[in-house]
């Protein structure tokens, strides 16, 4: 299907509206299927580690990428003060662990913001790896593996949730990107899913809506989620006589050296468990920690 770009662009979560009224839209939406912590075999990704993506005390989202670096949205990031929740599992009453962000940065012009959690997080959380392909336009992105690539949109839900907990996911297909758009006062490239084309035959497809800013773009890479972008704007495109609505990302892959560099900048160690009893009532849990690698 051939677009033509009419962005009408409204930045994530500085919509005037409440960012607790806010959901992802997700065709069919279903509890069981699409929030996390219901905590149902039949949750899209039930199967998958997310135990990287944490909620923090200002209603923002933390991808952790190391294990004491996350990454955001540079207009709606964690600020620094705030409390960050990690959980072990996809069982809102197992276990957590809580940080504070102590600092960060934006990556060099784009809408990427980089955050340090001041006491490392244990093995128990699983950092979600994040791609490395670098893509220099839009054309260059038509010969890119992300091209056509099936994603889970990751945002707020319909349901009724505690701010830690409210979490869902629905797909998409990333089919767009733009050389130069301009969203908050950030531009730079960008990659994008168009919504309602009926040109994919995925159940639960999703469009981004204000509050999700600054929560992954995830893709499966060998059997394992990895970091494509980080949710930014949503806009318009026309394709003919039809007008779509958009979700766009900041793709991280144009990135990712700067990444690396501040990741291994802020590198710590792991610390290990405080009291043989951690593990023990771990076990006595029945948890089991899964860590998925590109």
């Known amino acids: 299907m051939h677009f033509t770009v009419r962005l009408s662009l409204c930045i994530l979560g500085l919509l005037l509206l409440p960012l607790s009224l806010a959901a992802i839209t997700i065709d069919g939406y279903s509890a069981a299927t699409n929030d996390r912590f219901v905590n149902d075999a039949a949750f899209l990704l039930a199967e998958q580690d997310l135990s990287g993506i944490g909620r923090s005390s200002d209603s923002r989202w933390a991808t952790m990428v190391s ?20 959980h072990l599992t996809n069982d809102p009453t197992g ?6 962000a102590t600092g960060g940065q934006r ?8 955050g340090v959690l001041g006491e490392p997080l244990t093995n128990a ?9 670098a893509i220099a336009s839009a054309n260059s992105f038509n ?9 889970y949109l990751v945002g707020r839900s319909a349901g009724s949730y505690s701010n830690e907990t409210d ?3 629905g797909q998409n297909v990333i089919d767009l990107a733009f050389n130069s758009i301009t969203a908050g006062g950030t531009t730079d490239f960008a990659i994008a899913a168009a ?23 995830l893709v ?27 979700s766009g990302f900041s793709y991280v892959g144009n990135y990712h050296q700067q990444l690396t560099d501040f990741i291994d900048l802020h590198a710590t160690a792991i610390p290990e468990p405080k009291t043989a009893a951690l593990l023990i009532g771990l076990a006595a849990l029945g948890w089991r920690v899964r860590q998925q690698r590109a």
């Open 67 to 86: 294990n004491n670096v996350f990454i955001s949205a540079n207009h709606l990031h964690p600020v620094v003060g705030s409390t960050v929740t990690f």
């Open 95 to 100: 276990g957590t662990l809580t940080r504070t």
């Open 107 to 114: 990556v060099g012009t784009s809408d990427l913001w980089l």
């Open 125 to 133: 959380i699983a950092p979600i790896p994040f791609h490395t392909e």
């Open 143 to 151: 010969g890119s593996s992300l091209r056509n690539t099936e994603a």
């Open 167 to 169: 979490v869902a996911v």
């Open 195 to 217: 919504y309602g084309t009926g040109s994919n035959d995925l159940p639960y497809e999703a469009l981004l809506v204000s509050g999700d800013s600054g929560a992954p773009l």
């Open 220 to 246: 499966m890479t060998d059997g394992g989620l990895s970091i494509a972008g980080i949710n930014w704007f949503v806009g318009e495109v026309t394709s003919g006589s039809d007008t779509y609505p958009i």
